[in-house]
């Protein structure tokens, strides 16, 4: 559909921007694209011959076929005003996104508030193993690949389904993964039941005896409705399901084994290389998809165990002295945090620190008391400057109000206004033997690396 055709991406360097974008310089479209600061995604598509300007130039819409922008694009970028004066076509990404999915014969979407990306990993990694080359696209690096991207056939086309803005309802699966639905984004869906809605309208997306995979333990994925005619699987732990993690345990570095039954009959034991139940759930959720497509058993097992997250998803990022565990983790909503703690509680240490930058005002606003209540159980708690992201600060809300309510429960709390700081409170205060997370959606990962000099 799009070979040949002359594709300009205005904010070309965002995580998914930069992989369509590279899934179509490899199938043969001719790619160039627009940042406003050079990045390690914009440098890797210049590496591989695309011509992205730092900055605006809207000059280069008059030789281009179709333009592509990200949703935080302002109506007055002048690429994007040029491109709607010369009446070009124009596409914001996940409408883009949804016209590609067109191509392809399966079209395998993995939404849900949280999970998203190790799950669309999880079930990418089997897929290779078993050699089904598929075409992947999801919202972090996978190491397997190097990459937030994979060009592979017309078969299969395995993508992350963000909810936000309604996103996914641009795309055209056969099969589609809701691992769970909780109250965020609420600048957009402004409730619980604006977001049940979408997720709703998402299940109607699917084909005549598309396939449904539901998870049998979240109480708002379940109360979705949906066609009858659809091929619906459930999984779990605690309630009944058709897939069902039993006989539970963890090896010395919190590690999970456990059996996955399938309709009450043993199917495959798993030992996962990552952290926490949460994990769990991710794997049964790949296991699902892969019975439906017939994967190799074997190729189950290897891809889903030899599986080591994506990038900034309880990811390892080395040892500072004496000892010290460095981690990251883009937690951003209070559920995701309370699984980074339990992960985090599960690794030996001597003190942990959570470094947090929570991740828009809004967000902040709307769960400041849920966010205290999950920070109080770290150890330490070091608070970062709020990332704005598209917001200002209309919802008077700041740093020191989540101070005050995590000192109620914890007095081993302290904001920081700025990463370099926070860096050398670290270098003053840890001792051997300690771990430290930092945890957000937002740039919050420079200060492990600061401290471990990698920045």
């Known amino acids: 559909m799009f070979k040949d055709k002359k594709i300009h991406f205005i904010g070309i360097g965002g995580i998914s921007m930069s992989g369509i974008a590279e899934i179509l310089f490899e199938k043969g479209s001719i790619i160039s694209g627009s940042d406003a600061s050079l990045s390690k995604n914009v440098q890797t598509l210049i590496d591989k011959g695309i011509t ?4 605006e130039n809207p000059a280069i819409i008059d030789d281009v076929d179709i333009v592509v922008y990200t949703a935080a694009i302002s109506p007055e970028h002048s690429e994007l005003k040029r491109a709607y004066e010369l009446h070009k076509e124009v596409y914001e990404r996940a409408k ?3 016209l590609m999915t067109k191509e392809y014969k399966e079209v395998i979407c993995i939404s849900g508030t949280h999970g998203k990306s190790t ?3 999880m079930i990418s990694s089997c ?6 080359n598929p075409t992947i696209q999801i919202g972090a690096i996978l190491p397997k690949i190097n990459s937030n991207y994979y060009v592979g056939g017309y078969d299969y086309f395995i993508m992350e389904a963000c909810e936000y803005v309604d996103s996914f309802l641009n795309f055209f699966p056969t099969s589609e993964v809701i691992l769970n639905i909780d109250d965020d984004h609420l600048d957009y869906f402004k409730n619980i039941e604006g977001i049940k809605n979408s997720f709703t309208k998402y299940t109607y997306l699917l084909p005549d005896n598309g396939n449904l995979i539901l998870n049998a333990d979240d109480a708002n994925t379940m109360s979705l409705k949906y066609k009858e005619n659809l091929n619906v699987i459930t999984y779990g732990m605690k309630n009944k399901a058709n897939l069902q993690a039993l006989n539970i345990n963890y090896d010395e570095l919190g590690h999970p084994e456990f059996d996955i039954y399938y309709n009450d009959k043993l199917f ?5 290389n990552i952290l926490g139940n949460h994990n769990i759930y991710n794997a049964l959720a790949s296991t699902a998809i892969c019975i439906i497509y017939n994967i190799n058993k074997e190729a189950i097992k290897k891809g889903i165990e030899e599986y080591v997250g994506v990038e900034r ?7 500072y002295k004496d000892n010290v565990l460095v981690y990251d983790d883009y937690a951003h909503h209070p559920t995701e945090i309370k699984a980074t703690y339990n992960s985090a509680k599960n690794i030996s240490c001597h003190q942990n620190y959570a470094v947090f930058q929570s991740h828009t005002f809004s967000r902040t606003k709307q769960h400041l008391e849920e966010f205290a209540e999950v920070l109080k159980n770290f150890d330490n708690v ?4 709020i990332y704005p992201a598209r917001e200002t600060n209309i919802y008077n809300v700041h740093e020191d109000d989540l101070v005050n309510l995590i000192k109620v429960n914890n007095p081993n709390v302290i904001y920081i206004d700025s990463f370099a700081k926070i860096v050398e409170y670290l270098k003053e205060h840890l001792q051997a033997n300690d771990l430290v997370i930092t945890i957000g959606a937002g740039p919050v990962n420079e200060v492990g690396l600061k401290l471990l000099g990698k920045k």
């Open 313 to 319: 998803r309880f990811e390892f990022i080395g040892k």
């Open 268 to 272: 495959i034991h798993l030992h996962l």
């Open 127 to 132: 897929f290779i193993e078993d050699g089904k």
């Open 96 to 98: 883009f996104l949804g």
């Open 52 to 55: 992205v300007t730092i900055g």
């Open 382 to 385: 070091i608070i970062a400057p």
């Open 119 to 121: 799950t669309t990993g």
